[in-house]
């Protein structure tokens, strides 16, 4: 008996194309019997997304005359992030709370970008995100994160832990969950922000030597005693040669709710000076008010709004998203 001719394979490539979206190639037959073949490229896909577009393509192609069967085979690119450091030399300085806002708002200028909380032993992110009921899911050995309601994902100890639990790890140990934090499945987030633990200890030179950041954005509140410490977080990355894109002053001005008048319990400008005298990029300051402080609290990071409290976060998004571009080939050679 002779086999029917199979139909030619034009119009099911540009049915292919359609489903997809442009992302099928090699769509051929794989046999005489009907059995079409092609490969899917699934980068930048979710879960959710790369199953919706698998169906489509399946019912779409198995009605067209002439196909008995359709085989799909995936393929991803590889993705290759940069890793943004965020450091300080000692607590108590907002770091965490500038880690989630520079994160949100460079995600809202088109960034895709994931959050890592390694600040292992006292992590905050999850309170900062009002995502501490949610638990990290994992594929294989892999974490996959937390999709946060802010667009970015994100990954910390403290949605690992048990709550109001102290987190008591030696270095190695910590070692090796900040790099499960890091090695996750982050889909397709090709920049990583980094909250580091406050100073320069173990889990610092762990996180800079195995993950080579391609540069580092350092906190510091105006007063001379931040500043000092500050000088010794630049100094480790300067040691670990990470690029420090530049300084940002936390908590500059306070302004009084009730008389209007600007005051500056921290001092004024000493992160801008420091900036200018060792050669680094100032970018921006943060003031001392009670909204960042209280949405903080609540789990509503301000540069997620479009509020007066946003344009600070904005602006050093902004910076920041400069400096990458700027060295848009420059990777960290992390990959997914």
């Known amino acids: 008996m002779t086999t029917p001719a199979l139909p030619d394979l034009a119009a099911l490539t540009d049915l292919a194309a359609t489903l997809s979206q442009g992302r099928v190639s090699g769509l051929r037959w794989a046999d005489g019997d009907g059995t079409l073949a092609l490969v899917l490229d699934i980068t930048g896909l979710t879960d959710a997304e790369r199953e919706a577009a698998e169906s489509a393509l399946r019912e779409g192609l198995s009605t067209a ?36 806002n520079i ?29 501490e009921d949610l638990k990290p899911q994992a594929r294989g050995n892999r974490l996959i994160p937390v999709q946060s309601r802010f667009g970015v994902p994100m990954l910390s100890t403290g949605q690992i832990a048990t709550p109001g639990q102290a987190i008591a790890w030696r270095g190695p140990m910590a070692g090796r969950a900040l790099e499960q934090l890091i090695d996750a499945e982050w889909g397709d987030a090709d920049l990583l922000i980094v909250d580091l633990p406050p100073g320069t200890g173990d889990v610092q030179l762990s996180m800079l030597q195995k993950h080579k950041p391609v540069g580092a954005v350092i906190i510091s509140t105006p ?13 480790l990355f300067d040691q670990m040669q990470v690029p420090i894109l530049g300084v940002v002053e936390n908590m500059a001005g306070y302004l009084c709710p009730h008389c209007g008048e ?43 709004s479009d509020g007066l409290m946003a344009q600070p976060f904005a602006a050093i998004a902004v910076r920041i998203g400069a400096w990458l571009d700027a060295r848009g080939g420059i990777a960290s050679g992390h990959g997914p």
């Open 65 to 100: 005359p002439g196909v008995t069967a359709v085989r799909i085979a995936m393929t991803r690119a590889r993705i290759t992030r940069r890793i943004i450091a965020v450091g300080s030399g000692k607590g108590g300085v907002g770091k965490s709370t500038l880690s989630a």
């Open 223 to 235: 007063q001379d005693l931040a500043l000092m410490d500050a000088q010794r977080a630049i100094g």
């Open 262 to 304: 600007i005051s500056d319990p921290f001092g004024h400008g000493g992160a801008e000076a420091a900036a200018r005298d060792q050669g680094l990029e100032f970018l921006g300051r943060v003031p001392l008010d009670i909204a960042i402080r209280t949405a903080s609290d609540d789990g509503a990071p301000p540069a997620a």
């Open 103 to 131: 994160a949100i708002a460079l995600a809202r200028q088109g960034r895709k970008v994931g959050l890592v909380d390694a600040d292992i032993y006292g992590p905050s992110q999850p309170r900062l995100f009002g995502a």
